[in-house]
């Protein structure tokens, strides 16, 4: 193709020519160990920007804006929600990887991914589903169960891999240094915006935050962030084999996640919705198992079994589209009920 004046066409082949741009220990484009189902290549994308892309596209990642990260139903307009965690976590795992050398775009890929198979109302609604999978219900695994199953993305396996075990309760964790990468960038992200969330809905002060994170980290927002990323990359410099956070940072930020357990996670406030978003969710689950014709064909694994279709389903709703339907079909209020008690 022909090319010159201002520009500089660049296809595929040119931009997988990655040698001489990444680490020793970075995931080649090309070395991918490719995807369920083969494809051609695409002439102007590596691997991992074709999956970047179809992501980008899915259903499932446009869910994310109407799905509760920490505070159910909130009334302010700048608390975070599903989708704005997932972009600041993608913006973490990109400064991580491209300060280390490693595949920006894989780590990209697999931080918009990462949370695409979360329930409505958070890790709240993620408990109300264990009673119906055997071993217990997790997000990370519903989430590749919809780019393989529910969406037919047909990702690289190195982004599915990623996904899979993106939380630290996986193991065994990811086999990509980029992966790693998103571990740490998912726990930089909720735990430096969701301190800054308790804060704006009045739970927290910042004073009562652990003296010690806040003389590492800084404040909550974009000083923690900044700092935790120096962190992680000073930490995997000294180490030289993986994505590790320097020793005394860590401790900070194990004690910090212990603080917002105790205070926000597992806070009176959450618990006292805890039940009503428990019995909402297994109230859509129980009566779409006596009723599954009220499943859209749409979103439906037609070789699973009923009670596997309707978690599907009722895990795919937004915190709205759970609370509108339980409402319309038992006559309840329980949106009303639901009404965050901090504004």
């Known amino acids: 193709m022909a090319g010159g004046g201002a520009f500089r066409f660049t296809d595929r082949a040119a931009r997988e020519?990655?040698?001489?741009?990444?680490?020793?220990?970075?995931?080649?484009?090309?070395?991918?160990?490719?995807?369920?189902?083969?494809?051609p290549e695409d002439p102007l994308?590596?691997?991992?920007?074709?999956?970047?892309?179809?992501?980008?596209?899915a259903k499932a990642f446009r869910r994310l804006k109407h799905k509760t990260q920490v505070f159910l139903n909130p009334d302010g307009d700048h608390f975070v929600t599903r989708l704005t965690h997932t972009l600041q976590v993608t913006q973490v795992a990109r400064s991580l990887a491209r300060a280390l050398g490693l595949n920006?775009?894989?780590?990209?890929?697999?931080?918009?991914?990462?949370?695409?198979?979360?329930?409505p109302f958070g890790h709240i609604g993620e408990d109300a589903f264990d009673p119906y999978v055997p071993g217990g219900w997790h997000h990370a695994a519903q989430g590749v169960r919809i780019v393989e199953v529910l969406e037919h993305l047909n990702l690289t396996w190195e982004v599915r891999d990623g996904v899979r075990a993106h939380s630290w309760k996986i193991?065994?964790?990811?086999?990509?240094?980029?992966?790693?990468?998103?571990?740490?960038?998912?726990?930089?992200?909720?735990?430096?915006?969701?301190?800054?969330?308790?804060?704006?809905?009045?739970?927290?002060?910042?004073?009562?935050?652990?003296?010690?994170a806040r003389a590492v980290f800084g404040e909550p927002g974009s000083q923690m962030v900044g700092a935790m990323i120096d962190a992680v990359v000073e930490g995997s410099l000294a180490d030289g084999g993986r994505v590790v956070m320097s020793p005394e940072p860590l401790e900070a930020m194990h004690e910090l996640r212990a603080f917002m357990f105790e205070r926000v996670y597992n806070s009176e406030t959450a618990a006292g919705q805890k039940h009503l978003t428990i019995s909402v969710i297994r109230r859509l689950v129980d009566h779409h198992v006596a009723h599954p014709e009220l499943m859209p064909e749409s979103y439906r694994d037609p070789e699973a079994d009923v009670l596997t279709q309707v978690v599907d389903y009722v895990s795919g709703m937004t915190d709205r589209f759970a609370l509108n339907t339980h409402d319309r079909l038992f006559g309840d209020d329980a949106s009303a009920r639901m009404r965050p008690l901090l504004r």
């Not at 040698?19 to 494809?39: F, K, N, Y």
């Open 171 to 212: 193991d065994p964790p990811p086999s990509t240094r980029e992966g790693e990468c998103v571990r740490y960038a998912d726990r930089i992200g909720y735990l430096s915006h969701d301190a800054l969330d308790a804060v704006r809905a009045g739970v927290l002060r910042p004073t009562d935050l652990p003296a010690r």
């Open 104 to 119: 920006e775009t894989l780590a990209e890929a697999i931080a918009l991914a990462h949370d695409v198979g979360h329930s």
């Open 45 to 57: 994308r590596t691997a991992f920007e074709r999956d970047r892309d179809r992501i980008l596209h």
């Open 17 to 39: 020519r990655e040698e001489e741009l990444l680490a020793p220990s970075a995931t080649r484009s090309a070395a991918t160990r490719g995807r369920e189902r083969p494809e």
